[in-house]
């Protein structure tokens, strides 16, 4: 681990202003994720800004009837919360499958969206990542690809987003509140805060420098069954393969939200308009185009079949 300065932010303003003009600097909350880039020198911030005490750890009612969560919420503490084990399972039930007690018990609500991948090449330094450094190529592409990406891919980086927090915001239209470094505020839906990877993979969120996420909203409950549905290479600790988190209302409409094929969450509304048709009409259109290897061409199978037990399950409750 190289050499950095610490320092903790009195201000969210102060904070952002000071990632901002410091090259190479972080915000540290929980440090699950970044911790252990900077060990494998991935990631070499010279400074860090501790952000843990600017107070955004509560989860409050919305004047609409939606729950805004404070930005370093623990996962945990956000799974158990009973307001979203009633009203947004599906999130409950995502955080739960993701990661140990232990991680989750430190991991954030900011730090959980902004998770970087765990494509292999990207945590080998000897190889050519665009993600760690761009331009250099795709060691990924042409290689073992079991894991990574079949949709929303580029020529760059087929990497995976490993969050399965996100996949359930992104399911529920959730709002990322931020304050920017001149202390101005702004609001981004969840559906444009992951970017696709384009020519620019290493550019993962549309967040600019030293933008700090203060909290993410939920809109109001929509009811219906919430289901999510995770399929890995061992029973716990593990990132998915492939996951599903669906909303099934009772007039048979609903809601669809992929993990573990893209870049980021895969949501594809017009899908969800062919929720009558069936499960496979779904699937089909959320997999449109998409581009695999011999490796890694089950997963769009996976997702027909996950969708399907999901949909199935939501008749019998």
């Known amino acids: 681990m190289k050499v950095f300065t610490y320092q903790r932010a009195t201000t969210p303003a102060q904070a952002a202003q000071t990632v901002a003009r410091t090259p190479g600097a972080r915000f540290i909350a929980g440090g699950t994720n970044l911790l252990d880039l900077m060990k494998l020198e991935i990631e070499t911030p010279g400074a860090l800004v501790d952000v843990n005490k600017l107070g955004f750890d509560k989860i409050e009612p919305t004047a609409n009837g939606g729950l805004r969560i404070g930005a ?19 999130l409950s039930r995502a955080l739960l499958s993701g990661a140990s007690t232990q991680l989750r018990n430190k991991a954030t609500t900011s730090g959980n969206l902004l998770q970087r991948t765990r494509c292999s090449y990207f945590y080998d330094t000897a190889q050519k990542c665009n993600k760690r450094q761009p331009g250099s190529g795709c060691a990924a592409i042409g290689g073992f690809t079991r894991n990574l990406a079949v949709v929303g891919t580029s020529d760059a980086c087929i990497a995976t987003h490993p969050s399965d927090m996100a996949v ?7 709002e990322v509140e931020t304050v920017r470094a001149d202390g101005s505020k702004r609001t981004i839906p969840i559906a444009d805060f992951h970017r696709l990877p384009g020519n620019t993979p290493h550019i993962e969120t549309v967040l600019e420098p030293g933008e700090l996420i203060t909290y993410v909203t939920l809109p109001k409950p929509l009811g219906g069954v919430h289901a999510y549905k995770k399929v890995r290479d061992r029973a716990s600790y593990a990132f998915a393969l492939v996951s599903v988190a669906t909303v099934i209302l009772p007039d048979g409409s609903g809601r669809v939200a992929v993990g573990g094929v893209a870049h980021k969450p895969w949501r594809v509304e017009a899908a969800e308009q062919q929720m009558g048709a069936g499960a496979k009409a779904v699937a089909d259109r ?11 061409a089950f997963k769009v199978p996976l997702v027909h079949r996950i969708l399907a037990a999901a949909m199935q399950d939501a008749k019998k409750a």
Do not use: C, H, I, Q
């Not at 959320?286 to 890694?296: C, F, Q, R, S, V």
């Open 72 to 90: 370093f919420v623990r996962n945990t503490d956000l799974a158990s919360d009973p307001r979203v084990r009633k009203d947004y399972a599906v």
């Open 168 to 174: 359930a915001m992104r399911l529920l239209d959730a």
């Open 286 to 296: 959320l997999m449109a185009g998409a581009k695999t290897t011999e490796e890694n």
